[in-house]
């Protein structure tokens, strides 16, 4: 039977806050800003409230989202953004057609999917040939959380047993593992990079020049791959 948790997710004042004021959507945004999209369709998976495609600077554009939760699809809708409200259980395919997309954009999400195989796999069928995949993922391997374990504390900080207080973490990746699992369907990596090296619990501490040195301990995995 089908258990969507992430319907009502958002709904009790329970939010990610101001996602563009976040290291890691912010360097996203970099990223995507740097191919100079125009007239191009965007698809946004896991949208939220569509601040990520807000932050997109060439506005002529076809933006497109999904969005599990009753309160990000309406916000996203309220900023104009075309969205399905869609659960991804491993068994409904993307609601697109084939080669429909010129870059697909799935950050945070990853980690929430039991079967892995068949997201990529939906996410390839629908970018047009050459089609970029931009995607981001929490570090298991970030200096926080090797710190954690070091001192014998459970680094998967995100996972709690009440599914009131989890955020739905079930797989986590390194660089290199989620490397090859793009590799396996047929992306080819042409950026690579993280967002900031957090020095403190809550992140007040943290440094973006030393993740630019030092990616593999930043906070999240962050690839542009591309359609082969």
Known sequence: ???????????????LGDLADSPRIKKMAAVIN????????????????????????????NF???????????????????????????????????N??????AGEIIEHIYDTDFFLAEIYRVLKPEGKLLISTPNVAS???????FFGFNPIIELSLNELDSSGHIRYFTFKSLQGLLKKHNFKIIVSSSDCINFSRNGGIRSGFLAKIFPKFGTSVIYLAQKR
Not at 36 to 54: A, K, Q, R
Not at 69 to 89: A, L
Not at 100 to 105: E, K, L, M, T
């Open 1 to 15: 039977m089908e258990k969507n948790i992430y319907k009502d997710l958002y709904n009790n004042q329970k939010n």
């Open 34 to 61: 740097r191919l100079n999209l125009e007239g191009e369709n965007i698809l946004d998976i896991g949208c939220y409230d569509g601040s990520f495609l807000s932050l997109i600077k060439n506005r002529n554009n």
């Open 64 to 98: 497109y989202g999904l969005e599990a939760s009753d309160w990000g699809t309406k916000k996203s809708r309220q900023k104009g953004i075309e969205v399905n409200q869609y659960f991804f259980d491993g068994e409904n395919k993307l609601p697109y057609d084939d």
């Open 100 to 105: 429909f997309f010129d870059v697909a954009v």
């Open 143 to 149: 200096l926080g959380r090797r710190a954690l374990l």
